[in-house]
């Protein structure tokens, strides 16, 4: 549980009862119901191990260590003719991290808010002593605690919403995230000249106003994930950052629609336009271009302007969309004599 070997001496156990009691803290895991269990946990696990005789009855019995000791199997005896344990120093951070109090008793150090009785301890000795070997550990004179496992800080999601011209040529924004960063006075250990930092309440971070000036590349479409690499939530123990993505959004725009990489955009014309054939303007993303379209011309025809669409997210994956101009004929509605009379002779001439 505490991810120390079965030889880890006494400052060793309270460095890593530090780390973990950190990573479980209730306060730093209020969304993991199961971190308060964890915590308790580690409680134990140091509770068993800053006592001597408890310690040197899981030495001679393993796991099954208080079933010995509830049989009144007493520690002492094996180690008769040894020296007796040497006296520890009061742990200069235990009490900090709980709502609880450390107490003395005798030479060593137990928290006072002890677990129920009965539960076994089993789980986390397995876990304690199954993998490692405390044995080939050496202790750092570095005041710094060391951490057993690195963790690699968590990833960070931020909405962001360009428009549809801004994912044409890419864009860049400025952000402003509140998340976790390194804590500047304790350097993320969590201790500030032998107690909790008051900074960050020994968490190691804080939550600070972070300013990221991102890049966000051309063809991207809502839902495209941009990944800023390493300016997430830092690492715990050397870990590395975690990422931030960015999730882009790009609102429907009221002059193309999109699909895929082609833009489309309805353009209605004058019915003689259409009939006769003529100039068209038609807009693009890098503004207004003139068109001819035929005598002659259908309504629902689709002209395309080759090249004037999005370009693709990996250039590798296919060249830059088209425009696709659908033809509208605009039918008049309310005719004027002159033109009723027009339509009439059109009408005699076509018969
Ligand atoms: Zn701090």
């Not at 930092?197 to 000036?213: F, S, V």
Request: proline content about 7%.
């Amino acid at each position: 549980m505490l991810g120390v070997g079965s030889k880890a001496d006494d400052a060793e156990i309270k460095r890593a009862f530090r780390d973990k009691a950190r990573k479980f803290h209730p306060d730093v895991n209020r969304d993991d119901p199961s971190a308060e269990d964890r915590f308790k946990d580690v409680n134990e696990a140091y509770e068993v191990l800053s006592d001597p005789s408890k310690r040197a009855l899981y030495d001679r019995f393993g796991e099954n260590w208080q079933r010995y000791r509830d049989a009144g199997v007493n520690s002492d005896r094996p180690s008769r003719g040894q020296p007796p344990p040497r006296a520890k120093a009061p742990p200069d951070d235990f009490e900090t991290w709980f709502s609880g109090t450390a107490s003395q008793n005798g030479d060593s150090w137990t928290y006072t808010e002890t677990p129920p009785s009965g539960r076994r301890f089993s789980d986390f000795f397995n876990m304690l002593f199954g993998s490692q070997n405390g044995g080939s550990r050496t202790s750092s004179s570095s005041q710094r605690p060391r951490r057993d496992t690195p963790q690699r800080g968590e990833d960070t999601d931020v909405a962001v919403e360009i428009s549809l011209r801004e994912a044409a040529t890419g864009t860049i924004r400025n952000l402003q995230l509140q998340m976790p960063t390194t804590c500047t006075l304790c350097k993320g250990t969590g201790l500030a000249r032998g107690a909790m930092c008051p900074r960050c309440d020994g968490t190691g971070q804080m939550r600070t106003q972070k300013t990221l000036e991102v890049s966000i590349p051309k063809g991207v479409r809502t839902g495209s994930r941009v990944k800023i690499a390493s300016q997430g939530t830092p690492g715990i123990g050397g870990g590395t950052n975690g990422d931030v993505f960015l999730i882009i959004e790009v609102p429907a725009d009221p002059t193309f629609e999109r699909l895929g990489n082609d833009l489309r955009h309805t353009l209605t014309v004058p019915i003689s336009t259409a009939v006769l054939g003529g100039e068209i303007v038609v807009p693009t993303l890098e503004g207004r271009v003139a068109m001819t379209v035929p005598e002659g011309t259908q309504n629902g025809r689709i002209f395309r302007l080759r090249g004037k669409g999005l370009p693709p997210l990996n250039p590798k994956d296919g060249k830059v969309g088209d425009i696709l101009v659908e033809i509208r004929v605009d039918i008049p509605q309310e005719l004027t004599e002159q033109e009723r009379e027009i339509f009439t002779r059109l009408k005699n001439l076509r018969q």
